[in-house]
């Protein structure tokens, strides 16, 4: 709830970097300066912690549909998987929603949370988290597998950045805009123009034509006052 899922102000002059991330200096940035990050910031310091806990991580992948077709790479995404007392759990405080919020029991059981219910089905050589809300249809978050991941396995995400940004020069309109928060009984996502809230269960949708009210609303999102 703290700290905002902010793939909008991302700073990319010293390059991206995924693989070899200084995790020190993102801890200040993400963490004690409360400007956020994607996954790759941070579900990786959230690894560490954990780690640094005593807890047992183990480090996965996972891919949208959406960012499979535009990339082709299985590890769009990075999350964490915390066995404990022989159950295992999944662990993702880097999505920008809207998706679980608590942990999730990594098994077949439909789970609750916050008027949202979560299941894992079987896609034969990968798992689909789906989602629905009090009166929408199934949906699927993301699918990943169970294969324990090291931080050189997003070196194909990093290079496919690289050359995203590099070849972006179109009109910077805020369609590429995603950052997200958690509240109390919820999340709210912008992404692009596309304003989603879920509180309770129920999502309301609409369409951020207005650039003034689009700013206003990416800055209410990643600022300190955010409710």
């Given amino acids: ?4 899922y902010n ?3 991302q700073d990319f002059s010293d390059g991206v970097r995924l693989v070899d991330l200084d995790e020190d200096a993102t801890f200040e940035t993400s963490v004690v300066q409360g400007r956020g990050g994607t996954c790759f910031q941070l579900n990786r310091l959230f690894a560490r912690l954990l780690t640094e806990l ?3 991580v183990t480090v996965l992948a996972a891919s949208t549909a959406e ?10 995404h990075m999350f964490n998987l915390v066995t404990l007392d022989g159950e295992q759990w999944l662990v993702d405080v880097g999505y920008p929603g809207p998706s679980y919020i608590e942990p999730l029991s990594a098994s077949g059981a439909v789970q609750s949370q916050y008027g949202c219910q979560y299941r894992l089905v079987d896609r034969g050589s990968r798992i689909a988290l789906q989602r629905r809300g009090r009166i929408t249809r199934w949906s699927v978050v993301y699918t990943f597998t169970m294969q324990p991941r090291e931080w050189s396995d997003w070196k194909a995400m990093e290079d496919f950045l690289v050359r995203e940004i590099t070849a972006d020069t179109g009109p910077q309109d805020g369609r590429k805009i995603l ?4 509240f109390e009984n919820g999340q709210v996502v912008l992404k692009g123009r596309r304003h989603l809230t879920v509180r309770d269960g129920r999502e309301e949708i609409r369409t951020i034509t207005d650039d003034d009210e689009h700013a206003q609303l990416v800055s209410h999102m990643l600022s300190d006052e955010f409710r």
């Avoid at 709830?1 to 905002?4: D, N, T, V």
């Avoid at 960012?67 to 769009?76: H, N, P, Q, R």
């Fill in 1 to 4: 709830m703290a700290i905002p």
């Fill in 54 to 56: 005593g807890y047992d």
């Fill in 7 to 9: 793939g909008a102000t």
């Fill in 179 to 182: 950052c997200g928060r958690t």
């Fill in 67 to 76: 960012g499979w077709e535009a990339s082709g790479i299985d590890v769009e």
